[in-house]
C-alpha cells in the first residue's frame, strides 16, 4: 500500500467516524430532548380552572341526592374546590384514558373541615364520607380513597354495594385529628389495584371526586386542590 493510498484510505476512515459520532451525538441531543419533554406528571384536574359553582372544564357533576354545593375560593397557598354536603351525595367527574404504564401514581390534595358524624364505610347504613376520590377502571372495578369518620387509617377491604360493580376501599385518612389542614396524597394505582382484585390494571377509564352524609342525615364539608397522574412518586 503506498502511503498516498494509506493516506486517503486513512481520511476516509477519519471521515467516517466523525459522522459516525456526529450522528451518536446528534442521537443524545435526541435523547435528551425527548427526555426533557416527556410530561413526568399528567394534570387532570386544576380548582385555578373551575367555574364559580362548578368543577374545571370538563369535569362533570354528578348527583345521587340532594343540592350540590360547591364554590372555587381563593385559598391561602393554591386555588381551591369547596364541597358542602347537607344530607347529600354527589361529586365531580370525568372519563379519562390514562395509561398505567407511563402513569402508575395519582397524587392530590384535600382538606376536610367537617365529617359526617357516624359516617363509616363498612355500613351501607352509615356510608358517608367528606372526602373521597374513586378511581375507574374497566370491566366496573372501583378504587376509592377514603378520608372516613370512623374506619381506622390504611383499612383496605371491599366496599360492594351495587350489583355487577367491584368497589375496593383504602382509608387514607380517619377522623377529626388531621381537620382544617391541606394534606397530601400518592398511591400506586397498580399496586392497590393488584391488592383489591389479584391482577395488573392497563388502564385508567374515570375519575370522580366525592363528599356524601345522605345516609346519617347530617353535614360535610372539604376542599380539593391540584389531582395528577406522575411517573414516579414524589
Not at 357516624?118 to 380513597?145: H, N
Not at 390504611?154 to 383504602?170: C, D, G, K, N, R
Not at 370522580?208 to 345522605?214: A, V
Request: aromatic fraction near 12%.
Amino acid at each position: 500500500m503506498t502511503l498516498q493510498h494509506a493516506a486517503r484510505r486513512g481520511g476516509i476512515e477519519g471521515e467516517g467516524g466523525v459522522l459516525r459520532k456526529a450522528l451518536f451525538t446528534g442521537f443524545l441531543l435526541v435523547l435528551g430532548i425527548w427526555a426533557w419533554s416527556s410530561p413526568i406528571s399528567l394534570i387532570v384536574f386544576n380548582p385555578e380552572r373551575a367555574g364559580s359553582d362548578s368543577g374545571p372544564e370538563a369535569w362533570h357533576i354528578h348527583v345521587t341526592k340532594g343540592t350540590p354545593d360547591i364554590a372555587r375560593v381563593p385559598g391561602e397557598q393554591f386555588p381551591e374546590l369547596r364541597l358542602r354536603s347537607r344530607k347529600a351525595s354527589f361529586g365531580l367527574e370525568r372519563n379519562f384514558d390514562v395509561n398505567l404504564k407511563e402513569f402508575p401514581y395519582l397524587s392530590w390534595r384535600w382538606k376536610v373541615t367537617q365529617l359526617p358524624d357516624g359516617g363509616d364505610f363498612r355500613s351501607s347504613l352509615s356510608d358517608d364520607q367528606a372526602a373521597q376520590v374513586l378511581v375507574v377502571f374497566p370491566d366496573r372495578r372501583i378504587l376509592t380513597y377514603l378520608w372516613d369518620s370512623s374506619a381506622p387509617k390504611s383499612t383496605a377491604q371491599p366496599a360492594t354495594y351495587l350489583p355487577l360493580v367491584h368497589i375496593f376501599a383504602f382509608v387514607c385518612r380517619s377522623g377529626p385529628a388531621e381537620r382544617n389542614q391541606w394534606l397530601a396524597e400518592t398511591r400506586n394505582l397498580v399496586d392497590d389495584f393488584r391488592k383489591a382484585f389479584g391482577f395488573d390494571p392497563e388502564r385508567v377509564k374515570g375519575l370522580r371526586l366525592q363528599i356524601n352524609s345522605q345516609h346519617t342525615g347530617t353535614f360535610a364539608e372539604s376542599y380539593f386542590g391540584e389531582v395528577a397522574f406522575l411517573r414516579t412518586p414524589q
